[in-house]
């Protein structure tokens, strides 16, 4: 079993950066490919951005050229590095690791950016 834990999130005004971090335990030599997801109240989860395990990355249309996602296997740490932050950017982020018995979350990180 994969346990993955959030941090990283905040209130920033437009324009600025912040760093979203998941820490995975437990299981990790299961994970493969690993996303970032986000949610607003009444809508569905979104996919944000995407990493497999050999690097290849992908990305929601609104966040290309402005969101970085990436892995370090060596502190089992998944990041997405967010820059030139908007309001609607504002969401509970969420990462997602596809393991060899399904999928895992993590419990959520909250960001609101301020106009």
């Known amino acids: 079993q994969v346990r993955l834990v959030e941090s990283g999130g905040g209130l920033v005004q437009a324009g600025r950066s912040l760093r979203l971090s998941c820490y995975s335990s437990?299981?990790?030599?299961?994970?493969?490919?690993m996303d970032w997801y986000r949610q607003t109240p009444g809508k569905q989860r979104e996919l944000v951005a995407s990493?497999?395990?050999?690097?290849?990355?992908n990305y929601e249309d609104s966040v290309k050229g402005r969101f970085t996602i990436s892995r370090y296997m060596a502190n089992n740490t998944l990041y997405l590095q967010m820059n030139n932050l908007k309001p609607e950017d504002t969401a509970v982020y969420y990462c997602?690791?596809?393991?060899?018995?399904?999928?895992?979350w993590g419990q959520g990180t909250q960001v609101t950016v301020s106009s």
């Open positions: 997602m690791a596809h393991t060899t018995t399904g999928a895992s």
């Open positions: 437990g299981s990790i030599f299961s994970i493969n490919d």
């Open positions: 990493i497999d395990k050999h690097g290849f990355t």
